[in-house]
């Protein structure tokens, strides 16, 4: 029944780029979201020709990116509209896509989009997983279209094992890409102007989240953790960037606890590095998780990071060593972890620098755009073989791609170069 047969493709040397067709819902603003729009602008325009497809509407993203390739939207009048296979399906032969990837976890771009690529021939299926766990979740119709599915793409390793063991991907068809984040963008700068920028003394502990408020980010249970901060540290600033349906109740937890003065709700902004590089530290309440790139983009800023010990968060913070990981649901640990690090003398600031290390070595975006190039050429060489790319065969690829990378984050150049302007001074906010 799922017999494909692609011996025929024209070898890559003989062909013009390949047409890589990604396939949303959607594009809201959000980190996998985020990530979509980078992949798009890096892809190596001279061996990909990158398009996207909305399902429903555009959304946010979405109007940025249709100014930018070939966009397509409205194919899915309802949810179960199973006329948007053959819709689907044709705009593919039309525009002679060569690989799809459908981006998110479950639902209908994962379900309509692979079925869709199937019965136009397309020589690549992927669907990139970027999140998984609540409140996401592959469904049982969409694990049954696993036989034409070319790959599953996880954000890091323990989340590749976490869709073999908790979502029944296929061991041999699961890749891990690792989240990247561009760090010419996301890096330090000088504090005291970033501070101006945001409105926060530079003697005053500044500590921020920067997620959209949903109730699975546990923004609520964060105010609750920070008001036992604020007992400590009196003059200690929450700062909240993104929005979303529970802004009221975190407004309300806000006025409960007396806190008005603490937590500074800053909504959407276009100038996240900015904000990022003048805090103290990241924080992260979420129930679950699985490689937010907002952990990484505070990382290459020069932040240590507070998380939840779930997910694949354990892959990106090294506790101890560039942040901490706290018990999930825990806001007096939580709260705990955050004044450890703000009342240590300078472990924050080393916990930046090796964090900032960190990402510049092996999250960087150009890493991830790398690895979205190499498995989908990877899968295109396969199938033209009548063979398929196993998961330790596009490891190794990556391997060797990673070996011969200038390593342009060792330490101390990283410190050196990136840190120019850093005020050392604030080392102990409990003494200041």
């Not at 070319?150 to 390793?157: L, N, P, Q």
Request: glycine share 10%; net charge neutral.
């Amino acid at each position: 029944m799922f017999g494909r047969n692609f011996k025929k493709l024209l070898p890559l040397a003989d062909r013009g780029p390949l047409r890589v067709m990604f396939i949303h819902t959607e594009v809201v603003v959000g980190g996998a979201e985020t990530l979509l729009l980078e992949i798009i602008r890096k892809m190596d325009r001279n061996r990909f020709q990158p398009e996207l497809c909305c399902l429903k509407q555009l959304a946010e993203l979405g109007e940025v990116i249709s100014q930018e390739i070939p966009t397509f939207v409205g194919l899915l009048k309802n949810k179960y509209d199973a006329g948007v296979i053959g819709r689907l399906a044709k705009l593919l032969k039309e525009r002679r896509i060569d690989a799809i990837v459908t981006v998110g976890t479950g639902g209908d771009r994962m379900f309509w989009g692979r079925l869709a690529a199937y019965q136009a021939g397309v020589p690549v299926i992927l669907s990139a997983l970027h999140a998984t766990g609540y409140p996401m979740k592959v469904e049982r119709l969409n694990r049954l279209l696993s036989p034409i599915t070319d790959g599953f793409i996880g954000c890091a390793k323990t989340h590749s094992q976490y869709l073999i063991d908790g979502e029944g991907c296929p061991a041999k068809k699961v890749f891990t890409v690792w989240n990247g984040v561009d760090v010419d963008r996301f890096r330090p700068r000088d504090k005291a102007t970033m501070r101006d920028r945001i409105g926060i003394p530079l003697d005053k502990p500044a500590v921020g989240i920067v997620a959209a408020l949903r109730p699975e980010k546990q923004h609520v249970m964060l105010v609750e953790a920070w008001s036992k901060v604020v007992k400590r540290l009196p003059d200690a600033v929450l700062v909240v960037v993104g929005d979303g349906v529970e802004r009221s109740a975190i407004e309300n937890k806000t006025r409960e606890l007396g806190l008005e003065n603490h937590v500074r709700m800053l909504g959407m902004r276009s100038d996240v590095p900015e904000v990022l590089a003048g805090l103290d530290l990241k924080v992260l309440s979420s129930k679950m998780e699985a490689n937010p790139a907002s952990t990484l983009e505070a990382n290459a800023c020069g932040l240590p990071v507070v998380a939840p010990d779930v997910g694949s968060l354990s892959d990106t913070v090294e506790h101890g060593v560039t942040g901490l990981l706290y018990k999930a649901d825990d806001p007096i640990a939580l709260a705990d972890s955050i004044l450890e690090i703000l009342l240590k003398k300078d472990r924050g600031l080393t916990m930046g620098a090796a964090a900032r290390d960190l990402v510049c070595r092996k999250f960087s975006l150009d890493v991830m755009v790398k690895g979205y190039e190499n498995l989908i050429e990877g899968i295109y060489k396969a199938a033209g073989r009548g063979s398929r790319l196993s998961p330790r065969a596009f490891d190794e690829l990556m391997g060797d791609f990673l070996s011969s990378k200038p390593q342009q984050g060792i330490a101390g150049a990283i410190i050196q170069e990136d840190y120019p302007g850093l005020n050392p001074g604030i080392e102990s906010y409990e003494n200041s």
